[in-house]
């Protein structure tokens, strides 16, 4: 691994657990510069108090959409950082936005949880 690459990594290490992201359910590495992520995008907490099931779901769904936002962009602009290339199996980005990849068992449910798509390595 380069010097550089080190770097980077430990500074990813860094921001993931600052951004309360679960770091055992996504594999990560960086090579020449480039980060690669895969596996499951998920936060360790998230907090969003409503009466209705759905509201609360929709909410949190929000809250997941800016935190990946906002750490896709801390990553890119680490020091030394050439390209973020993300392989999730729960999130997808389409057109610059990114959008959960839901099976419409989830949605129908109001996010009751379904882990039929999620590889089995990341569990």
């Given at each position: 691994m380069l010097k550089e690459d080190f770097f980077i990594h430990?500074?990813?290490?860094?921001?993931?657990?600052?951004?309360?992201i679960d770091s055992t359910k996504i594999?990560?590495?960086?090579?020449?510069?480039?980060v690669y992520f895969r596996g499951l995008?998920?936060?360790?907490?998230?907090?969003?108090?409503?009466?209705?099931?759905?509201?609360?779901?929709l909410k949190s769904q929000d809250f997941i959409r800016k935190t990946l936002t906002s750490f896709e962009k801390k990553v890119r602009e680490?020091?030394?950082?050439?390209?973020?290339?993300?392989?999730?199996?729960?999130?997808?980005?389409?057109?610059?936005?990114w959008r959960p990849m839901e099976s419409k068992k989830k949605v129908q449910g109001y996010g009751q949880e379904d882990?039929?798509?999620?590889?089995?390595?990341?569990?």
């Open positions: 430990s500074s990813v290490r860094r921001i993931l657990v600052r951004s309360n594999e990560f590495g960086t090579v020449r510069g480039v995008f998920q936060l360790t907490r998230v907090y969003v108090y409503d009466d209705d099931e759905l509201n609360r779901y680490l020091p030394g950082v050439k390209d973020v290339v993300f392989q999730l199996v729960n999130w997808n980005k389409e057109k610059g936005q882990d039929s798509n999620v590889s089995k390595d990341f569990e």
